[in-house]
């Protein structure tokens, strides 16, 4: 059974830093793109960026570009999103997914980030 | 700002059919495969329909897929109270680079 699950998040400063983590387990990690995606509360949702299997090859949506950084552990079965400069707008519930046939195929329960002083 | 729009909500008795359209451009609706999400309340997302009008295993085919030019659309037949959920699709931009979602239907069983 495919399962992701999310930690690190909670409460942090306008401007602070967090790293969030996503644990795989129960398909091949590392033959798969992997997805962050968020949704603030009440809104829609946002993919946030992806990286391929190797994390050679990373991409972001605009709002990211600069200041969230994902990475990946293929000998963890682990998927990381370090933010940085975080904002009030970046407050969310961040979810990791798997990529599949141009998808998001599997997707974790979400872990909620605040920003607020 | 979603690059994709749906309709805010829909609404139909148990037993009818609704359909969910989502609009968007030649960047992304009509030239990527489109995909359907759908959010029950407090849950996360869950993927419907892949490749515009292919089903997960474990979907039931009361949901289906279509697409033409830039403009797909989500079917669902004979509702159920379980359906009561928001609904999104999604797909790759082209011209922006990254993955898109629509800006949601909220779908109601009346």
């Known amino acids: 059974e495919v399962q992701l699950v999310e930690s690190g998040g909670g409460l942090v400063q306008p401007g602070g830093s967090l790293r969030l983590s996503c644990a795989a387990s129960?398909?091949?990690?590392?033959?798969?793109?992997m997805n962050w995606a968020r949704q603030a509360p009440g809104k829609g949702l946002e993919w946030v960026g992806n990286?391929?299997?190797?994390?050679?090859?990373?991409k972001y949506a605009d709002s990211m570009k600069g200041r969230f950084i994902i990475s990946r552990d293929n000998t963890k079965n682990s998927l990381y999103l370090q933010m940085n400069s975080l904002r009030a707008e970046d407050a969310a519930v961040y979810y990791c997914?798997?990529?599949?046939?141009?998808?998001?195929?599997?997707w974790g329960q979400g872990i909620l980030v605040t920003v607020s002083s | 700002q979603s690059v994709l729009t749906q309709p805010p909500s829909v609404s139909a008795a148990p037993g009818q059919k609704v359909t969910i359209s989502c609009s968007g451009s030649?960047?992304?609706?009509?030239?990527?495969?489109v995909s359907w999400y759908q959010q029950l309340p407090g849950t996360a997302p869950k993927l419907l329909i892949y490749?515009?009008?292919n089903r997960p295993s474990g979907i039931p085919d009361r949901f289906s897929g279509s697409k033409s030019g830039t403009s797909a659309t989500l079917g669902i037949t004979g509702l159920q109270t379980g359906d009561e959920a928001d609904y999104f699709c999604?797909?790759?931009?082209?011209?922006?680079?990254?993955?898109?979602f629509g800006t949601g239907t909220r779908v109601t069983v009346l």
């Open positions: 997914a798997r990529g599949q046939s141009w998808s998001l195929d599997y």
């Open positions: 129960g398909f091949t990690f590392s033959t798969y793109w």
């Open positions: 990286i391929n299997q190797d994390g050679s090859e990373k």
């Open positions: 030649s960047s992304n609706v009509g030239n990527n495969y």
């Open positions: 490749e515009n009008n």
């Open positions: 999604g797909t790759w931009d082209s011209s922006l680079y990254t993955y898109v």
